[in-house]
């Protein structure tokens, strides 16, 4: 089975300083593993994906994530948060790209 | 943008109606997904179509929800009898066959039943 826990449903953090948004996943095969952000009435985009390639994944606007196996981890990073990054942001498995299971999100503001 | 549309955007619908809403993936994009939100949690997986062939439906999906992709390009999502537990964003997205772990998703349909 397949599954994501989001470890924080809210994170805040001052505007410059660096965000960990933190993704632990279950799976019985080698999983893919995605973070999507959903920004107020706008669709869901994908940020970066990781699909047994290189371990650490670097994403669109800075963010990047490191596949974690014996942690079983894939958290979210980025070293400098802007206002533009405050959004929802959901961790999402995939068995083989058939069904595809997302976290319950993580909500990030960033304080001016 | 990423080039998959939904309509209506939004629909209010009363406790017992029917109501259908329609996705336009990306045009060459072979697969086809469709998931339900509800306030504070993620997308939750209904169903997907790869090309006409649905190929795989979720227990969520129960028998008041039927998704259809007649000729491989838009899909339908109708819901019968809808109950007050429907309302929700539902979500479509595509990808391609060989790029299946990247989907590209639609603005989304809120249904909110009275």
């Known amino acids: 089975a397949q599954s994501v826990t989001q470890l924080d449903s809210h994170v805040s953090v001052s505007e410059g300083t660096p965000v960990l948004l933190r993704c632990n996943y279950s799976?019985?095969?080698?999983?893919?593993l995605f973070w999507y952000v959903q920004h107020p009435n706008k669709g869901l985009q994908l940020l970066l994906k990781?699909?047994?390639?290189?371990?650490l994944v670097k994403g669109i606007n800075g963010f990047e994530a490191e596949f974690k196996k014996s942690e079983t981890s894939f958290h979210l990073t980025k070293p400098s948060a802007h206002m533009s990054d405050a959004a929802e942001y959901f961790c999402?498995?995939?068995?083989?790209?058939?069904?595809?299971?997302f976290g319950t999100g993580t909500s990030l503001t960033v304080i001016p | 943008d990423t080039g998959v549309s939904q309509d209506p955007r939004h629909k209010i619908t009363k406790r017992g109606q029917n109501v259908t809403f329609r996705c336009d993936p990306i045009s060459e994009h072979n697969r086809l997904y469709w998931y339900r939100q509800t306030l504070g949690q993620g997308p939750e997986f209904l169903t997907y179509f790869q090309n006409e062939a649905q190929l795989e439906k979720s227990r969520l999906l129960s028998d008041r929800f039927s998704a259809e992709r007649p000729k491989g390009s838009f899909s339908t999502l109708e819901i019968q009898r809808t109950e007050q537990g429907d309302s929700a964003m539902y979500l479509c997205?595509?990808?391609?066959?060989?790029?299946?772990?990247?989907?590209?998703f639609g603005p989304g349909t809120r249904l909110l039943v009275l």
């Open positions: 997205a595509s990808s391609l066959r060989q790029h299946q772990e990247t989907q590209y």
């Open positions: 999402v498995v995939s068995d083989l790209g058939n069904q595809f299971y």
């Open positions: 799976s019985s095969y080698s999983p893919s």
């Open positions: 990781y699909t047994s390639a290189a371990t």
